[in-house]
């Protein structure tokens, strides 16, 4: 069964840094691309980042470009995403997701997270 | 980058009634690389739909998802109480950004 955990979320200042971490299980993690997602509160769905299957390759969105960088190890079956100078505006819940069809940058997500709760605030 | 426009905004129908929701692209969707995802509050998505049609595992026949080009559509043929959700179309056609559309919201008439 393909189990994604996330974690690191909570409460920053605006300017300050975060890293969530997505632990995965239930599949060869090495051979699917994951992404980031997130949902600011009473909002849609916005794709934040995606990393290759092999780590080599990653894609952001503008809005965190040069702020957010995406990683993963392999090893560990572990995905992780560092946030610096955050904003008001990255305010959401952050769901790991599991792409559908292999370790390619553009998929879509057939298996989710349950997300974890970004809040910057001062 | 594409931008994908879901309509209606809002869809009141009843229980065993047939739902039609569109989603538009600005630009043509690589190969029909369009999504579709039901979300439930306080819940992750839940995709339905891969390559426009394509069913996704365990998903009931009622869901069916047709179209190409810009105009893509999700229907649910005959409403259940629990298909009574926020439905998302996300297009993963070519190169990044991958984007959604910002959801329809199907309520209990």
């Known amino acids: 069964e393909v189990q994604l955990l996330e974690s690191g979320g909570g409460l920053v200042q605006p300017g300050g840094s975060l890293r969530l971490s997505c632990a995965a299980s239930?599949?060869?993690?090495?051979?699917?691309?994951m992404s980031w997602v997130r949902q600011a509160p009473g909002k849609g769905l916005e794709w934040v980042a995606a990393?290759?299957?092999?780590?080599?390759?990653?894609y952001y969105v503008d809005s965190v470009k040069g702020r957010f960088t995406i990683s993963r190890d392999n090893s560990k079956n572990t995905l992780f995403l560092q946030m610096n100078s955050l904003r008001i505006e990255d305010t959401a819940v952050y769901f790991c997701a599991k792409s559908g069809v292999g370790p390619t940058l553009s998929h879509f997500f057939d298996y989710w997270g349950q997300g974890t709760l970004l809040t910057v605030s001062s | 980058e594409i931008v994908l426009t879901q309509s209606p905004g809002t869809l009141s129908l009843s229980p065993g009634e047939r739902a039609t929701l569109s989603c538009r692209a600005s630009q043509s969707v690589t190969s029909s690389y369009l999504a579709w995802y039901q979300q439930k509050p306080g819940q992750a998505p839940r995709l339905l739909i891969y390559g426009a049609s394509n069913r996704a595992t365990g998903i009931p026949d009622r869901f069916s998802g047709s179209g190409s080009g810009t105009d893509f559509t999700l229907t649910i043929s005959r409403l259940e109480p629990e298909d009574f959700a926020v439905y998302c179309c996300?297009?993963?056609?070519?190169?990044?950004?991958?984007?959604f559309g910002q959801g329809t919201r199907l309520e209990i008439k």
């Open positions: 996300q297009q993963y056609g070519g190169s990044p950004p991958i984007t």
């Open positions: 239930g599949f060869t993690f090495s051979n699917y691309a």
């Open positions: 990393i290759s299957g092999s780590g080599g390759s990653a």
